[in-house]
């Protein structure tokens, strides 16, 4: 069976950080990009970022560039996503999920990955 288990979530202030951690089981870590995807309440999913299972393509939502790193570490199965500046309208419940339909890329769409896990709730307080 397939996981993907979140953590790192909570509260947090107006330019704070958060690390948000996501775990794999149950798959061949290596072959999976891996995307972040955040909903606010009342809005759409959004793909944050994305981290392609080889050479290291990235992607970032121009909402998140240059405030939002995201890494991996195949040894762990996991997927990192280190939020700095942190801002209200980064309030949401992030998910990650894992795509195998592409080595070299990584997908901002949703609609093309396998595998989610159950989601982290972050908050940010102005």
């Known amino acids: 069976e397939v996981q993907l288990v979140e953590s790192g979530g909570g509260l947090v202030q107006v330019g704070g950080s958060l690390r948000l951690s996501c775990v794999a089981s149950g798959l061949i870590f290596d072959d999976y990009a891996i995307g972040w995807f955040r909903q606010a309440p009342g809005k759409e999913r959004e793909g944050v970022s994305c981290i392609s299972s080889r050479a290291g393509s990235k992607y970032y939502a121009d909402s998140v560039k240059g405030r939002f790193t995201i890494s991996r570490d195949n040894a762990k199965n996991t997927v990192y996503l280190q939020m700095n500046s942190l801002k209200p309208e980064d309030t949401a419940v992030y998910f990650c999920?894992?795509?195998?339909?592409?080595?070299?890329?990584?997908?901002?769409?949703?609609?093309?990955?396998?595998?989610w896990g159950q989601g982290t709730q972050v908050t940010v307080s102005s």
């Open positions: 999920a894992a795509d195998r339909r592409y080595y070299y890329a990584c997908s901002r769409d949703g609609s093309q990955y396998d595998y």
